[in-house]
Nanobody, 126 residues
C-alpha cells in the first residue's frame, strides 16, 4: 500500500495563497491518477482536483476551478496543489489521493480514490 504524505497546510487570509505538496512512498505510474480532495467539519468529502500522471491531463471541482492548479513533478514523484485567491469556504483538511486506474478523471468522485494520506489542515480567515 502506497504511503502518501501531505505538507504545506496552514493559516492564510482570504485572498491569499498556499501550496500543498504530496510525497509518495512508491513509484507513480503513467496510468495512475493523483489528486486532492478535502473535507470540512460536518461535511462530506469534496473532490478538488486530479491529474493523469503520464499525460498531465487535469480535472477540477467546480468550486476551485480557476483558482487552484494541480501539477506533478515526475522526477521527484511529487504532487502539488497551488491554491490562489483563497476563500473562507476553502477551509478543510486536504488529502492527497491515488486512483490506479484514473477513473476519477472521468467521474470526479472521491470514491474512486483507492488510497490517501493523513491530510493537512488548511484554514482561511476572513
Amino acid at each position: 500500500q502506497v504511503q502518501l504524505v501531505e505538507s504545506g497546510g496552514g493559516l492564510v487570509q482570504a485572498g491569499g495563497s498556499l501550496r500543498l505538496s504530496c510525497a509518495a512512498s512508491e513509484r507513480t505510474f503513467s496510468s495512475d491518477a493523483m489528486g486532492w480532495f478535502r473535507q470540512a467539519p460536518g461535511k462530506e468529502r469534496e473532490f478538488v482536483a486530479a491529474i493523469n500522471w503520464g499525460a498531465g491531463y487535469t480535472v477540477y471541482g467546480d468550486s476551485v476551478k480557476g483558482r487552484f492548479t494541480i501539477s506533478r513533478d515526475k522526477d521527484k514523484n511529487k504532487l502539488y496543489l497551488q491554491m490562489n485567491n483563497m476563500k473562507p469556504e476553502d477551509t478543510a483538511v486536504y488529502y492527497c489521493a491515488k486512483d490506479p486506474i484514473s477513473r476519477v478523471l472521468r467521474t470526479r468522485s472521491t470514491s474512486d480514490f483507492g488510497s490517501w494520506g493523513q491530510g493537512t489542515q488548511v484554514t482561511v480567515s476572513s
